[in-house]
């Protein structure tokens, strides 16, 4: 187990509706990045949390905007939300300076199914 | 921007066979990482290289990168059923965002 945590396990929304999603780093980690992962596919960087700035983005749109609290726990939001979001989303706790940081440690992902 | 290629994507062994998946980036890495996931489960990390030529091994996993830090690979000996997974590798470039393959899926048959 890595310690981290995410919620929910799974969620179903219907399309144009938004969503929050969760993740608890693990103890003594400053760092979260979140991915997305459609089935078959590797996970795909959506962008990176240090410190509660964001400091790294992947090529995804603004409707996918997140935060971090001074706890470093961090929220993925997803506005205006499409079919092809369908997909697992992972977050990944990690320390370090400056927030890139060699390991990661990825949560169990929440389930997203948008119809 | 970077993209990160993996081969081959599916692989069928019967137990006891090796197993090798190969990963190009199509830029120079800082560093390599690989990753298992387990069917329904979440990415693990393995382990990293990061020098050029570099060579690790964990028990039955060898883990090399290439001399041009552009190319990986990952070779199981002697492979068992607790094997079974998809395993990826994570490329760091430039842009210091790890950016995954899309993975080899490694079935083992008893």
């Known amino acids: 187990e890595t310690g981290v945590t995410q919620s929910p396990t799974h969620l179903i929304k219907t399309r144009g509706q938004q969503v929050t999603l969760r993740c608890s780093s693990q103890?003594?980690?400053?760092?979260v990045s979140w991915y997305q992962q459609a089935l078959g596919q590797g996970p795909q960087f959506i962008f990176q949390?240090?410190?509660?700035?964001?400091?790294g983005r992947g090529n995804f749109p603004p409707r996918f905007s997140g935060l971090q609290f001074p706890n470093y726990s961090s929220e993925l939001n997803v506005n205006a939300l499409e079919l092809d979001d369908s997909a697992l989303y992972l977050c990944?706790?990690?320390?370090?300076?400056?927030?890139?940081?060699?390991?990661?440690?990825f949560g169990p992902g929440t389930r997203l199914t948008v119809l | 921007g970077q993209q990160v290629m993996q081969i081959p994507q599916y692989q069928h062994v019967q137990e006891g066979e090796d197993f090798t998946t190969y990963c190009n980036s199509s830029?120079?890495?800082?560093?390599i990482q690989w990753y298992k996931q387990r069917p329904g489960g979440h990415p693990v990390f393995l382990i990293q290289?990061?020098?050029?030529?570099e060579v690790k091994k964990q028990k039955r996993l060898t883990f090399q990168f290439g001399e041009a830090k552009k190319n990986s690979s990952l070779h199981i000996t002697a492979t068992q059923t607790t094997d079974v997974g998809t395993y990826f590798c994570?490329?760091?470039?430039?842009?210091?965002?790890?950016?995954f393959g899309s993975g080899t899926q490694l079935t083992v048959l008893p």
């Open positions: 990944a706790s990690s320390s370090g300076t400056g927030g890139w940081a060699d390991t990661q440690y």
């Open positions: 103890s003594g980690h400053n760092t």
């Open positions: 949390y240090y410190r509660e700035e964001e400091n």
């Open positions: 830029t120079t890495l800082s560093n």
């Open positions: 290289l990061v020098k050029s030529g």
């Open positions: 994570a490329g760091r470039g430039s842009a210091r965002q790890l950016t």
